[in-house]
């Protein structure tokens, strides 16, 4: 088990090199012209190039990569001479937009963003596992039928309609919540939970949806193995036989499967936080990509992407761990 | 279950030719699919669609309206909205107007449907072509080909899709500019199926290599080696026949995949700008008029929703019907 831990480790950090260097490629080395969109519409050639100096954008690539990667570990100075500033590790740099350091941005929005991929996670999974055993268990009655339909229409709507939706009935007819706006549970649990509960639910509806199909199908398959049929020729109850033959067995995609879809919402549910004016990573991107922020871009991108390889490699060791089989390979 | 290759996951031409006399695979599955009435009502709806959007201009003409075209008179002229009942339904604009400009809503409806449908086909077909060549190339090559594009698809899938694809977008579209494309929806359409391909195409080609690999330990590709078969023999020949029902089964799902795609980045601001038209830019719109004239709503989402509920079942009918381990009827 160890060595191959460790083997998924180094392949994770190689990973993360050459992720960061892609990142670095698609927001540095695809825009015409980077230090361009260092300030707005009024802008003078001198400001511009000003700022390329400035910025090091004048550099050749491999060094301002190499710049920026050192920024993230030790920090870095820009600027030469008196005008210097220096930014502390870890330092993704400055907005282009508003000068603030993007470090401070990104921790700011994360939790924002990690509480509503909780909630919403918690949500979804008892729903979603729930609502498939049931299906499952009633292949082909009415109830079956039911559910598989309402599945079908809930992953069928656009994404943001059914938030949209929520936040128009609920909140602006019915006024049966104030509008949403973001408070630490700490500070003021009810106006987080206020908030959250419809963030929480419209980001639910899409992956329960999406989970309970992916259960159902998962306990079908595992029901018509040999092992099943042999747990109920032994006369278990048909109970123990779901609970812990049929779903112990089929768990394993579904645990595949939600880890990653945690990791990619951890990364910024950018339509949810959208809709429902949510401070988050999804958010800070989208106002950052309006306003042509290349470092904030940047930053957002890596450290989703981060999230998602990291859940990779906790995925593979997990399964290793209940699957000894799959170490071998 | 009742013939003897039920142990097979892959569809394969070769063993049900042998086992069902005279039935292949194709015709079996052809077969069940014309007597699935949800599946046959599917393809009609999308025929009607896909016709629609092909004849968009002869029953522009018909009705005697235009995109394009602000009309004053059907619009009041304090607030912008339109006259009459359900968004100004009227002999002269048999879907209503667009609020503020007065423009037809069933000619943009019809002309929206082209762009959306033409998006979402484009990116299916790059992604499939890709996605199959890919990964026949890396099963079939194994060793360190297989690894190194094992790897380039898991780093592409470690990008958050939506976020990745709004900020790449005006990146991209300077990037375009500066090779002599010029801005404008041309250059938003390009950019738009460019980036749903570039992000979408690891799902299938990982799926297809999964197959190929299993496939290479069979009897078939043994005989086909052990007579000395060519390479272009053994991917043509051999394997792409058998891969077609997973690869048929995957574009039918991807297609209401990129429609929705679509429709999240309209929302967001990243699609075609009017006076052009899309299901999603339509729907964006209409969004902010939706306490006041939710019938301008209605009309896109419809179009929306059916088209994605018709592929979406159609994916699962075939995916049923293309099943190797299902009763053959």
């Not at chain 1, 999406?210 to 398959?221: A, I, N």
């Not at chain 1, 394993?252 to 951890?266: E, F, K, Q």
């Not at chain 2, 496939?215 to 051999?238: L, N």
């Amino acid at each position: 088990m160890f060595p191959y831990i460790i083997r998924r480790v180094m392949l994770m950090i190689f990973m993360l090199f050459v992720l960061s260097v892609v990142t670095f490629l698609l927001f540095n080395a695809v825009p015409t012209d980077p230090a361009m969109l260092t300030c707005g519409k009024t802008c003078t050639p001198q400001i511009v190039e000003a700022n390329r100096i400035r910025l090091g954008l004048d550099q050749p690539l491999p060094f301002q990569y190499f710049e920026w990667i050192k920024g993230i570990f030790v920090g870095r100075t820009y600027g030469s001479g008196t005008q210097t500033f220096d930014c502390s590790a870890p330092c993704l740099g400055y907005s282009f937009k508003n000068g603030e350091e993007v470090t401070i941005m990104i921790k700011q929005a994360l939790p924002v963003t990690m509480w509503l991929a909780l909630g919403a996670f918690i949500l979804w999974m008892s729903f979603g596992i729930g609502s498939g055993i049931y299906a499952a268990n009633r292949k082909g009655k009415w109830q079956d039928r039911t559910i598989m339909a309402i599945t079908l229409i809930g992953y069928s709507l656009p994404v943001f309609l059914i938030g949209l939706m929520m936040l128009i009935f609920v909140i602006v007819r019915a006024h049966l919540l104030p509008y949403p706006d973001y408070v630490s549970p700490f500070e003021n649990p009810l106006q987080f939970l206020q908030t959250m509960i419809l963030p929480w639910i419209s980001l639910a509806i899409l992956y329960a949806a999406y989970y309970t199909r992916l259960t159902r199908s998962q306990m079908l398959e595992t029901m018509s193995e040999d092992f099943i049929r042999t747990a109920r020729a032994k006369g278990l109850p048909e109970k123990r036989v779901i609970r812990k033959h049929a779903f112990r067995a089929g768990l394993t995609p579904i645990v595949t499967s939600a880890g990653m879809d945690l990791a990619g919402l951890l990364g910024g549910a950018v339509i949810t936080e959208y809709v429902f004016s949510l401070p988050g990573l999804g958010r800070l991107a989208i106002d950052a990509v309006k306003d042509y922020d290349l470092p904030t871009i940047t930053a957002t991108t890596l450290v989703a992407a981060t999230f998602i390889i990291i859940a990779n490699i906790v995925v593979d060791v997990l399964y290793a761990a209940i699957d000894p089989r799959v170490r071998l390979s | 279950m009742t013939a003897v290759h039920s142990v097979d996951d892959i569809p394969s031409a070769e063993t049900v030719e042998t086992a069902v006399v005279g039935r292949t695979l194709r015709q079996i599955a052809f077969n069940r699919i014309k007597h699935d009435k949800v599946a046959i009502a599917c393809v009609i709806a999308l025929v009607i669609i896909i016709l629609l959007a092909l004849f968009a201009p002869l029953i522009c003409n018909l009705f005697n309206v235009d995109p394009y075209t602000f009309d004053s008179a059907a619009i009041s002229d304090s607030g912008g909205l339109p006259v009459g009942s359900l968004g100004g339904v009227s002999m002269k604009h048999p879907l209503g107007v667009e609020p503020l400009t007065g423009r037809d809503i069933l000619a943009r409806l019809l002309y929206g449907t082209r762009v959306s449908l033409m998006i979402a086909f484009l990116a299916t077909t790059i992604v499939v072509t890709t996605g199959v060549l890919i990964g026949i190339f890396a099963g079939y090559s194994r060793g360190w080909i297989d690894s190194i594009l094992s790897r380039v698809m898991d780093l592409t899938l470690a990008f958050p899709f939506l976020l990745v694809v709004i900020a790449m977008s005006p990146v991209l579209e300077q990037r375009l500019a500066s090779l002599g494309i010029p801005a404008g929806n041309a250059s938003r359409i390009v950019t738009l199926v460019l980036l749903l391909s570039l992000f979408g195409w690891p799902y299938l080609a990982r799926l297809i290599r999964g197959q190929v690999l299993s496939m290479r330990e069979r009897e078939f590709v043994e005989a086909a080696t052990s007579i000395g078969s060519g390479t272009s023999r053994m991917v043509f020949k051999e394997l792409l026949p058998n891969l077609w029902a997973p690869i048929l089964v995957y574009a039918t799902i991807a297609m209401p995949g990129f429609i929705g795609a679509e429709a999240a980045l309209a929302f967001l601001g990243i699609s075609v700008q009017p006076p052009t038209a899309t299901w999603g830019a339509m729907l964006e719109e209409s969004v902010g008029y939706f306490t006041v004239d939710p019938f301008y709503m209605f009309v896109p989402l419809t179009m929306l929703l059916v088209s994605v509920l018709s592929f979406n079942l159609l994916g699962d009918a075939l995916r049923d019907a293309l099943d190797p381990k299902a009763d053959r009827t």
